[in-house]
T-cell receptor, first 117, second 115 residues
Framework: AQTVTQSQPEMSVQEAETVTLSCTYD???????LFWYKQPPSRQMILVIR??????QNATENRFSVNFQKAAKSFSLKISDSQLGDTAMYFC??????????????FGKGITLSVRP | KAGVTQTPRYLIKTRGQQVTLSCSPI?????VSWYQQTPGQGLQFLFE???????NKGNFPGRFSGRQFSNSRSEMNVSTLELGDSALYLC??????????????FGPGTRLTVL
């Protein structure tokens, strides 16, 4: 079974600074996808960034980038120039490609990020 | 385009009762997934539906069931409610089964409290 581990329950960062959120996962599959989802206090979950396992290049979306280390099964999220609106819970998630039972989002426990003004 | 909508937003039930939650996906989306979110267990996958057929199921007891209608709207039902069923139930939609690898769009959730 796939597992996703986010070992830091919460972090705090000063506005305009950079913060990195850690995530490790465990799988025996080779074809999969990794995601970071953000859940603000209003509770609507939104996708931050996505990485395809077969792509070596790290994904980037504006201020958000990932450090994908496939061999180490590590998938960290870097937020640059942190903004107050980045305050939220962040979930790392894994999805195996295919039609099997593991073709579903498996989430980590999440990390609460607070951006201080 | 309207997002994923879930009704009701809040629900209070007592143990032993049953409950039905509804999810309307984004217009044109045909794949719907359900997740349970609790402080202790985090986010856990319940089911996935596409074209009115359950395509995938998580490790939940048979008290949890769901269905999808021809207009892609989905309902989930929990019978014989237990205190541990108190949770935020999230629905997510995607254009197709293939499109879920790109992004699933989440609704605001239904907060169920079992007393």
């Amino acid at each position: 079974a796939q597992t996703v581990t986010q070992s830091q329950p919460e972090m705090s960062v000063q506005e305009a600074e950079t913060v990195t959120l850690s995530c490790t996962y465990d799988t025996s599959e080779s074809n999969y996808y990794l995601f970071w989802y953000k859940q603000p206090p209003s509770r609507q979950m939104i996708l931050v960034i996505r990485q395809e396992a077969y792509k070596q290049q790290n994904a980037t979306e504006n201020r958000f980038s990932v450090n994908f280390q496939k061999a180490a099964k590590s998938f960290s999220l870097k937020i640059s120039d942190s903004q107050l609106g980045d305050t939220a819970m962040y979930f790392c998630a894994f999805m195996n490609r295919g039609t099997g039972a593991n073709s579903k989002l498996t989430f980590g426990k999440g990390i609460t990020l607070s951006v201080r003004p | 385009k309207a997002g994923v909508t879930q009704t009701p937003r809040y629900l209070i039930k007592t143990r032993g009762q049953q409950v039905t939650l509804s999810c309307s996906p984004i217009s044109g989306h045909r794949s719907v997934s359900w997740y349970q979110q609790t402080p202790g267990q985090g986010l856990q996958f319940l089911f996935e539906y596409f074209s009115e057929t359950q395509r995938n199921k998580g490790n939940f007891p048979g008290r949890f069931s769901g269905r999808q209608f021809s207009n892609s709207r989905s309902e989930m039902n929990v019978s014989t409610l237990e205190l541990g069923d108190s949770a935020l139930y999230l629905c997510a939609s995607s254009l197709s089964l293939q499109d879920k690898y790109n992004e699933q769009f989440f609704g605001p959730g239904t907060r169920l409290t079992v007393l």
